[in-house]
C-alpha cells in the first residue's frame, strides 16, 4: 500500500481537474481525495497499490486538457485507515 499526498501548481483550476482526476483514481482503482487550495493549486491524497498510485501521479503530471502543470510536489505519507472511493472535497 503507498499513499502520497501531491500539491499541484500551474493552471489546475476551472479546467475540471478535480474531476478528471476523480475519474482517473476511480479507473485505477486509488482512493483518497481531491479539492482546489486558495492560492490556485490542487491538493490530492491518493493511496493503494504502487502501480495503480504512480500511474495516478503520473497522469496529474499533465492533467485534463486545458490544464498546465507547472510543478508538482509529492510526499510519501503514512497510509489512512477508513478512507473509502475517491471523493472531490469542497
Known amino acids: 500500500?503507498?499513499?502520497?499526498?501531491?500539491t499541484i501548481y500551474g493552471i489546475v483550476?476551472?479546467?475540471?481537474?478535480?474531476?478528471?482526476?476523480?475519474?482517473?483514481?476511480?479507473?485505477l482503482g486509488v482512493i483518497?481525495?481531491?479539492r482546489n487550495?486558495?492560492?490556485?493549486?490542487?491538493?490530492?491524497?491518493m493511496q493503494g497499490d504502487d502501480g495503480p498510485v504512480d500511474a495516478?501521479?503520473?497522469?496529474?503530471?499533465?492533467g485534463p486538457p486545458g490544464a498546465r502543470v507547472e510543478k508538482?510536489?509529492?510526499?510519501?505519507?503514512?497510509?489512512?485507515?477508513?478512507i473509502q472511493g475517491f471523493r472531490i472535497l469542497y
Open 37 to 45: 487550495t486558495p492560492d490556485g493549486a490542487v491538493e490530492a491524497r
Open 13 to 27: 483550476q476551472g479546467v475540471w481537474f478535480r474531476a478528471t482526476t476523480r475519474e482517473q483514481a476511480q479507473r
Open 32 to 34: 483518497g481525495w481531491v
Open 56 to 62: 495516478l501521479l503520473a497522469w496529474c503530471r499533465q
Open 1 to 6: 500500500m503507498k499513499a502520497l499526498h501531491i
Open 72 to 82: 508538482i510536489k509529492a510526499v510519501e505519507v503514512e497510509p489512512e485507515k477508513g
